[in-house]
Structures are given as C-alpha cells and as structure tokens.
C-alpha cells in the first residue's frame, strides 16, 4: 500500500518554468475533458479550491487504462472503446496552470473532439506502463480518493506558486 499510495501523485509535477507552461497553454484552452482523478469533486477542490461547471462527456476511440503502479488513469488510443469523463468549463488560467502544474510532464496536453460534437483540451498519457484493463473508477473511489483528495490540498500551495500564483 504504501508504494501504491507513494506513486498515488507523482513527486515531482510539472518541472516546467512558468514561461514553459505558457507555451503549453497558449492556444487558450477553454473546456477540458477529464477521465480519471480530476472527475472527483474532492480532488478539484483541494487542488483549485472549487468545482468548476462540468458535463457527461465521452472521447470515443480512446480509454482510461489502468497504468502499472499508479492509482491514476492515463487516456491512450483505443479505436472502438470510449473513455467517460467530464467536461469542466468555465475555470480561470489560475486554474488551469494550477491543473496543468499538477499534471505530470509524460501527459501530453491535446485538443480532441468528444463523442457529443464539442471539442476539448485533455492530458493523453504516452505510452508505457499501460495496463491491459481500464481504470477502475469505483476502486479508486473507495480504496484511494480520501487519501489522494487531502494529499493533493497539501500540495495544492506549492502547485499555485509554480505555477506562477
């Protein structure tokens, strides 16, 4: 449990400059499509201090695998799966450097077009340690979200101030 929990959040986030996450945000984002952690109200909070509005959404031809060593998602390509998300609209760039300060740097940062014709932002994981099954949205949910929600208010402060706030 405790290498589990240990890799629950990665020790370093984004290593970027400021100037390096403005280059990654500088098509001006709108809306972001979430499918693992972020989904959680919990999770939002401690890292933004709110919920922002969201919607169902669903990316077809991709799915949230299950990674090795990870309680968190990464969404790669599978043609003829859907992944199921939300779609967070309406958050200021504090926090949408704060979310991508959070995000590790192997998520690449991709617009995508969604299964109900909007298109979003979403962090696509590379490749590597992919599992074979999906995410399990209800484990995470029960065995994890209470201890990853309050580590990630702990480190919420720092995130903020990398990210230039």
Known sequence: M????????????????????SNRLADGPTALFVYGTLQFEAVLTGLIGRVPERQPATASGWR????????????????????????????????????????DDRYELR?????????????????????????????FHDRHLQEYAARCARIAPELAARAGY
């Not at 405790?2 to 996450?21: F, V």
């Not at 609209?89 to 300060?101: F, G, K, N, Q, Y």
């Not at 995508?112 to 340690?129: F, M, R, V």
Request: charged share 20%; with cysteine; hydrophobic share 40%.
């Open 2 to 21: 405790e290498k589990y929990m240990r890799d629950a959040i990665p020790a370093q986030h984004s290593t970027g400059s400021h100037s390096a996450l």
């Open 64 to 103: 949230a695998a299950a990674l090795v060593g990870r309680v968190y998602p990464g969404l790669v390509s599978a043609p003829g799966s859907e992944a199921p998300g939300l779609l967070l609209t309406s958050m200021s760039e504090r926090e949408w450097r704060v979310l991508d300060t959070f995000e």
């Open 111 to 139: 617009r995508l077009d969604l299964h109900c014709g909007s298109a979003a932002w979403t962090y696509i994981w590379p490749g590597g340690e992919v599992q074979a099954e999906n995410w399990d949205v209800k484990e």
